[in-house]
């Protein structure tokens, strides 16, 4: 089956800094890969996602990045702001979303005042 | 509109009890499906619907595991004689499956404590 992993776990930046996660995934049929983020106590929330057709897709000061070929893909966070603190979450799936996503363990976002 | 509602949002029960999770998905939606998530990590796939029937069920433990969907609609998760080890919070989602990329919609989760 899928395996996602996920790095940095923990990641401290000065505010309006950037922030960059990356994941790897190992199943070379998966094409759908969304950024999920998790404040405390509450649900994950969408915030970005891409299809493997794509390389990149920007969002504000949100932008995902895709390698195909190497099996990975990350999170760019420009100009953070305090409110950008928060777990983020990887994952991937096949059929484009409509079957389970296997999500990565995590980074735990702390943005600097 | 509403989002993906789940109750109760927080559920303490005893070593062997019974219990069931609900969850309400958006209005519309046709997939449903069932995450665990652990302290620390990230949600761990149970169990998905596509309508009434189970379209994948692989990610559930063991027997003592079970849901249901009868209508369509509304999902419940069964736990039978509850152990420690499953204590988490149950994550519930929906998408509305229109043939493109769907994104999955969280509820706010189940907090279960198994004493």
């Known amino acids: 089956g899928e395996n996602v992993e996920q790095h940095p776990s923990t990641l401290s930046v000065q505010e309006g800094d950037s922030a960059v996660i990356k994941c790897t995934y190992s199943?070379?049929?998966?094409?759908?890969f969304p950024w999920y983020k998790q404040e405390l106590g509450k649900r994950p929330q969408l915030i970005i996602d891409?299809?493997?057709?794509?390389g990149e897709k920007k969002d504000q000061r949100i932008a995902v990045t895709l390698n195909k070929t190497a099996k990975h893909f990350s999170l760019h966070i420009t100009e953070t702001q305090p409110e950008d603190s928060a777990v983020y979450f990887c994952?991937?799936?096949?059929?484009?979303?409509?079957?389970?996503?296997?999500f990565g363990t995590g980074t735990r976002l702390t943005i600097i005042p | 509109g509403a989002g993906v509602s789940q109750t109760p949002s927080n559920k303490v029960t005893e070593k062997g009890k019974y219990v069931e999770l609900r969850c309400d998905p958006i209005?519309?939606?046709?997939?449903l499906y069932w995450y665990r998530q652990s302290l620390g990590q990230g949600p761990e796939f149970l169990i998905y619907?596509?309508?009434?029937?189970?379209?994948?069920d692989s990610g559930l433990p063991n027997d003592r595991f079970f849901a249901v969907r009868p209508e369509g609609s509304v999902s419940t998760l069964k736990i039978q004689r509850t152990e420690r080890g499953d204590s988490a919070v149950y994550l519930c989602?929906?998408?509305?499956?229109?043939?493109?990329?769907?994104?999955?919609?969280f509820g706010p989760g189940t907090r279960l404590t198994v004493l």
């Open positions: 199943d070379s049929a998966s094409n759908y």
């Open positions: 994952a991937a799936s096949t059929s484009f979303g409509n079957e389970k996503l296997t």
């Open positions: 209005s519309g939606h046709t997939a």
């Open positions: 989602a929906s998408s509305l499956t229109r043939g493109g990329t769907d994104t999955q919609y």
């Open positions: 891409i299809r493997s057709n794509v």
């Open positions: 619907f596509q309508g009434t029937g189970a379209a994948d």
